[in-house]
């Protein structure tokens, strides 16, 4: 990749939000479906989606993409990072902490900002949401998942049809059926194609869907993970539609089984967020970045790794206090960022040299995705415009999926949901 392309590439593939927040950048911030576009030009390729639970995180991710020549999605998700956040990274300051860090670090490689899982549980929601998402674009913004498999299938297509006109044209799009619940209520060949046909008709064309496909977020310890095979059934009924395929909760998953993801299906997106978070505190990890626990259940730290022993401490008599465990450690993120932000420049390095590490593997080795991302420029060079349009086209008959007819059809849909509960991530 020459500097000539990525210049250009520059001048022409920042999105309108992009350039009004930042004119003077040299970040080449883009949209996601550039990243999508750069996956399907490679050879069984999957960009990361590293969750910026932490500016640790986010400097380790974008260090490993940039040592691999991988194009990269940063990306919060509404529980992480909304109105209720239990981090400090957050929807409305993500992409300028991206864009500072891209340019003080000389970041030459492309880079979506994605608001993963933006939740809608019911009708409330979606008049909130035409409100709000707005802002997210207004603040940086360039990929968005409108998640709302919390509600039935009639509910969570009708709320993509309806937020679809505060979604830029030109933005990412990832949609989603069936909640992340590990094996109980995975999702099924005909709720997916039921909600891919229904926003096709209605000339909505996603670049990704996210599947439960068994898989959960943050920790993982069973030995379910990934249906490979029910993941590539799916893929294969939806193709005409040309959507391709977003994998959430990686945890908990080695890594044969998500080069198995990589290899035999239309996976091109894959979320990483708790282990992530675990490696830049010191933790102690698996191959698949799955903290690993002791006897009691406790976390194990690497001495002289991460955070300091003290501020550990320090962290788990928070948790002990406010009573986290396990996975809820997560919610140590918001009271501990300024805290970790203070601590001296070689413990900071070496919590970024630890994700940096960990990233660099998986991009390369697991997720093939190393030399990404001159095809994602050439793809922006191609379009000649931060906007490249959608795969897919409409081959649905509007006619046939109005209000009406989308609840009489999924009132046919025979679907196992699972069991009630919160599986925000």
Same mark, same amino acid.
């Given at each position: 990749?020459?500097?000539?392309?990525? /210049?250009?590439?520059?001048?022409?593939?920042?999105?309108?939000?992009?350039?009004?927040?930042?004119? @003077?950048? &040299?970040?080449?911030?883009?949209?996601?479906?550039?990243?999508?576009?750069?996956?399907?030009?490679?050879?069984?390729?999957?960009?990361?989606?590293?969750?910026?639970?932490?500016?640790? #995180? %986010?400097?380790?991710? =974008?260090?490993?993409?940039?040592?691999?020549?991988?194009?990269?999605?940063?990306? %919060?998700?509404?529980?992480?990072?909304?109105?209720?956040?239990?981090?400090?990274?957050?929807?409305?300051?993500?992409?300028?902490?991206?864009?500072?860090?891209? @340019?003080?670090?000389?970041?030459?490689?492309? !880079?979506?900002?994605?608001?993963?899982?933006?939740?809608?549980?019911?009708?409330?929601?979606?008049?909130?949401?035409?409100?709000?998402?707005?802002?997210?674009?207004?603040?940086?913004?360039?990929? %968005?998942?409108?998640?709302?498999?919390?509600?039935?299938?009639?509910?969570?297509?009708?709320?993509?049809?309806?937020?679809?006109?505060? !979604?830029?044209?030109?933005?990412? =799009?990832?949609?989603?059926?069936?909640?992340?619940?590990?094996?109980?209520?995975?999702?099924?060949?005909?709720?997916?194609?039921?909600?891919?046909? +229904?926003?096709?008709?209605?000339?909505?064309?996603?670049?990704? %869907?996210? =599947?439960?496909?068994?898989?959960?977020?943050?920790?993982?310890?069973?030995?379910?993970?990934?249906?490979?095979?029910?993941?590539?059934?799916?893929?294969?009924?939806?193709?005409?539609?040309?959507?391709?395929?977003?994998?959430?909760?990686?945890?908990?998953?080695?890594?044969?089984?998500?080069?198995?993801?990589?290899?035999?299906?239309?996976?091109?997106?894959?979320?990483?967020?708790?282990?992530?978070?675990?490696?830049?505190?010191?933790?102690? #990890?698996?191959?698949?970045?799955?903290?690993?626990?002791? *006897?009691?259940?406790?976390?194990?730290? #690497? &001495?002289?790794?991460?955070?300091?022993? #003290?501020?550990?401490?320090?962290?788990?008599?928070?948790?002990?206090?406010?009573?986290?465990? +396990?996975?809820?450690?997560?919610?140590?993120?918001?009271?501990?960022?300024?805290?970790? $932000?203070?601590?001296?420049?070689?413990?900071?390095?070496?919590?970024?040299?630890?994700?940096?590490?960990?990233?660099?593997?998986?991009?390369?080795?697991?997720?093939?995705?190393?030399?990404?991302?001159? $095809?994602?420029?050439?793809?922006?060079?191609? *379009?000649?415009?931060?906007?490249?349009?959608?795969?897919?086209?409409?081959?649905?008959?509007?006619?046939?999926?109005?209000?009406?007819?989308? &609840?009489?059809?999924?009132?046919?849909? /025979?679907? /196992?949901?699972?069991?009630?509960?919160?599986?925000?991530?």
């Amino acid at each position: 990749m020459s500097k000539q392309s990525f /210049d250009e590439a520059l001048k022409v593939g920042r999105p309108p939000n992009i350039i009004q927040l930042f004119p @003077n950048s &040299k970040a080449l911030i883009i949209s996601g479906k550039f990243i999508d576009r750069a996956m399907l030009a490679g050879s069984q390729a999957i960009a990361m989606a590293a969750n910026g639970r932490n500016s640790f #995180v %986010i400097r380790g991710a =974008l260090r490993a993409a940039q040592k691999a020549r991988a194009a990269l999605i940063i990306e %919060i998700a509404k529980s992480e990072g909304g109105a209720n956040a239990y981090c400090a990274i957050n929807y409305w300051n993500i992409a300028r902490i991206v864009d500072a860090a891209c @340019n003080e670090m000389d970041i030459t490689i492309p !880079v979506a900002i994605h608001a993963d899982h933006y939740g809608i549980k019911n009708d409330d929601d979606i008049a909130a949401a035409k409100i709000e998402i707005p802002t997210l674009f207004e603040a940086g913004i360039t990929s %968005i998942a409108i998640d709302a498999s919390h509600m039935a299938d009639d509910k969570n297509l009708l709320a993509s049809i309806a937020l679809n006109d505060v !979604v830029p044209k030109w933005a990412g =799009l990832e949609t989603e059926v069936g909640e992340i619940k590990g094996k109980e209520g995975l999702s099924t060949v005909e709720e997916a194609l039921f909600l891919i046909q +229904g926003l096709n008709a209605h000339d909505i064309f996603p670049d990704w %869907i996210a =599947l439960n496909n068994g898989t959960t977020h943050g920790i993982e310890a069973s030995g379910q993970g990934i249906q490979v095979d029910l993941t590539a059934r799916i893929h294969e009924a939806l193709a005409e539609y040309k959507i391709s395929g977003a994998q959430h909760g990686t945890s908990g998953n080695n890594s044969d089984r998500l080069r198995q993801i990589a290899a035999s299906t239309r996976t091109t997106k894959a979320n990483v967020a708790t282990a992530l978070q675990m490696i830049s505190w010191g933790l102690e #990890v698996n191959d698949y970045g799955n903290a690993i626990l002791d *006897a009691e259940g406790n976390f194990q730290k #690497v &001495k002289d790794a991460g955070v300091t022993e #003290v501020m550990w401490s320090e962290m788990q008599a928070y948790a002990e206090a406010q009573g986290y465990k +396990g996975g809820n450690y997560k919610k140590l993120n918001l009271p501990f960022e300024n805290k970790l $932000l203070g601590q001296p420049k070689a413990i900071r390095e070496r919590m970024i040299q630890r994700v940096e590490d960990f990233a660099y593997n998986m991009i390369v080795n697991v997720f093939n995705a190393e030399n990404t991302a001159s $095809l994602a420029i050439e793809a922006i060079l191609d *379009a000649g415009s931060f906007d490249c349009g959608s795969k897919a086209n409409r081959i649905e008959d509007p006619r046939n999926w109005t209000p009406d007819r989308i &609840k009489e059809r999924a009132a046919q849909i /025979d679907s /196992d949901k699972g069991p009630a509960g919160d599986f925000d991530d």
